[in-house]
């Protein structure tokens, strides 16, 4: 159900609650996929182009080129549209269709790296093409989201103060990394306002940013096969690794029993709250923060066929979760 008080309005509409989720406290999702390109990173998307216009860097006729999962291409290929500017988007085979044809609509050059790098992910290897191009082509800029403290700040000025001005101070706020642009900004806005709220990272087996081992992993978005520049782990937050599995099988237990369609990393923190289940105290309020919805995720982590090849028959009917790692 959607939050009514102390929501309101058009308001409310961005938050929903999950009711019965924790048995002993309030869970409600902070829906990002609302926004006018479908996840939270048009926040991203905006704050970078809006920084490199404001120092100068990019004016009509720029030409940029970004790596990215899916969701950020869209958002800047939306962005750039708008404002005159060529892009290329450089993306890997895990990257969902619809968010490849999405960026292809709107006009944006798009790059598949295909080859495996070292890390057994493809990150390293589209940087590595990003790097070649701008040796290339002088005037080609690079975003950056990985280095951007703009990519920070849109989460510090922008989202961080929106969700303590419509939402209130959340007990527990769970966010999952990717380029971590959106932990970083909400740890810094809830320390700066001196908010008591528990932030949780979380990252997925397979990621390298909490320091866990390289591994295979298959949802965009989820984590990454490099530590990010503006990654800090100072110690303010909490972290939680989780499998793909459990954030796969989140998804579908709560599409199926709260009529919610969310995206991969949306089941990756619902997946660490209700991990860390026993540690929240009776009465409090969790927060999740959703990047994006479900319908990119249609022919994957709703799709019986693709879920029982990559995780096997097995998740399909078993909700029991496993395998997580609570990190100091």
Not at 177 to 185: A, C, D, E, F
Not at 236 to 261: D, N, Q, Y
Not at 291 to 305: A, F, H, I, K, Q
Request: with cysteine; net charge negative.
């Amino acid at each position: 159900m959607l939050v009514g008080s102390p929501l309101q309005g058009a308001i409310a509409r961005h938050y929903a609650e999950l009711p019965g989720f924790l048995p002993h406290a309030s869970t409600f999702v902070k829906l990002e996929g609302l926004t006018v390109t479908g996840s939270i990173k048009h926040r991203t998307a905006l704050s970078m182009l809006d920084a490199l216009e404001s120092a100068g860097r990019i004016g009509p006729g720029s030409e940029l080129i970004e790596s990215t999962s899916g969701n950020l291409g869209v958002a800047l290929a939306s962005i750039c549209a708008a404002r005159g500017y060529r892009i290329t988007l450089v993306t890997d085979p895990n990257a969902n269709v619809q968010s490849v044809r999405y960026m292809r609509a709107l006009g944006a050059e798009i790059v598949i790296v295909d080859t495996r790098d070292g890390y057994d992910g493809y990150l390293h290897n589209r940087i590595a093409y990003i790097q070649r191009r701008l040796a290339e082509s002088p005037t080609l800029v690079w975003p950056n989201q990985y280095a951007s403290t703009a990519n920070i700040e849109a989460h510090r000025l922008g989202t961080g103060a929106e969700i303590v001005a419509e939402f209130g101070r959340p007990d527990w706020l769970f966010v999952s990394v990717g380029s971590s642009g959106t932990l970083m900004g909400l740890v810094a806005h809830m320390r700066e306002i001196g908010a008591a709220t528990e932030v949780i990272g979380v990252d997925v087996v397979g990621s390298i940013v909490f320091g866990g081992a390289a591994g295979p992993r298959r949802l965009p978005g989820a984590g990454a096969s490099r530590r990010p520049e503006i990654f800090t782990d100072d110690g303010s937050f909490r972290k939680i690794t989780v499998p793909e599995a459990e954030a796969v099988r989140m998804c579908r237990r709560v599409a199926r029993r709260h009529g919610l369609l969310l995206g991969g990393s949306s089941g990756l923190v619902l997946a660490a709250a209700s991990a860390l289940s026993s540690s929240i105290a009776p009465g409090s309020t969790v927060l999740v923060v959703s990047p994006d919805m479900g319908e990119r995720y249609l022919e994957t982590v709703y799709d019986n066929s693709w879920v029982s090849r990559n995780f096997g028959p097995d998740l399909l009917d078993n909700e029991a979760p496993e395998g997580f790692s609570a990190h100091d």
